[in-house]
């Protein structure tokens, strides 16, 4: 049977949304079960800067699940916080994400 991956959730102390996300998932109002990385931390920026920098990707709060960049989703009704991992049609961040100056700058090859 196989195993579901942990969704990854990758947070910074200095940042309105991350904080907002951490307190979800630290209170247990998480849909799955969840790795929060604190990118302030040395073994944290560690593992961002592998698992995500080096994907040519960068901002938090933002999620994975394995390679796959995943939506971080808000239900206000049930105050649970949630992850879609297979988003049809997904931006390329998302939206509460406090973005990262880009590195270089990208076109949409048109």
């Known amino acids: 049977m196989p195993q579901e991956k942990k969704v990854v959730v990758y947070v910074a102390k200095d940042c309105g949304p991350c904080e907002q996300v951490a307190r979800l998932i630290q209170e247990g109002k998480a849909a799955e079960e ?3 990385v ?13 698992e995500v920098l080096s994907q040519g990707e960068s901002g938090v709060p933002c999620a994975y699940s394995g390679p796959k960049r995943c939506e971080i ?21 998302d939206p509460g ?9 990208t076109g949409n090859g048109a």
């Open 97 to 105: 994400e406090t973005p990262s100056p880009p590195a270089e700058p």
């Open 38 to 50: 604190d990118i302030e931390t040395d073994e944290g920026f560690a593992r961002f800067s592998s």
């Open 34 to 36: 969840v790795d929060l």
């Open 73 to 93: 989703l808000y239900d206000d009704e049930k105050d649970v916080v949630f992850f879609d991992c297979n988003p049809k049609d997904a931006p390329p961040a």
